[in-house]
Nanobody, 123 residues
Framework: QVQLVESGGGLVQAGGSLRLSCAAS????????MGWFRQGPGKEREFAAA???????YYADSVKGRFTISRDNAKNTVYLQMNSLKPEDTAVYYC?????????????????WGQGTQVTVSS
């Protein structure tokens, strides 16, 4: 397992942007598939984006074209650039990791996750 720490959340107006970061410990980060999930008030955790160790990406329809996931293996960090934010993007955002290359939409397929970072989008 890896330890994950998210940062970069905050309060932003609708139409604005935020960049989330997830710093991972461990020497085998480059062999992990990484995912960003989010959980809004009273909702279940839902998939947002994922990236494989070979930089293949996968997005939920709700964020496609607005969010971009990327990774820097030299820094053991994965990012989520969020543009054109909407009030419905308000949630706690979690970074998750799983060994291997498979990109899953289910949070239960991931082995490790961080404590989350709050994103609030005001209208």
């Amino acid at each position: 397992q890896v330890q994950l720490v998210e940062s970069g959340g905050g309060l932003v107006q609708a139409g604005g942007s935020l960049r989330l970061s997830c710093a991972a410990s461990g020497r085998t980060f480059s062999r992990y598939a990484m995912g960003w999930f989010r959980q809004g008030p009273g909702k279940e955790r839902e998939f947002a984006a994922a990236i494989s160790w070979s930089d293949s990406t996968y997005y939920a329809d709700s964020v496609k074209g607005r969010f971009t996931i990327s990774r820097d293996n030299a820094k053991n960090t994965v990012y989520l650039q969020m543009n054109s934010l909407k009030p419905e993007d308000t949630a706690v955002y979690y970074c998750e990791a799983r060994s291997g290359s498979y990109l899953s939409k289910s949070p239960y397929d991931y082995d490790s996750w961080g404590q989350g970072t709050q994103v609030t989008v005001s209208s």
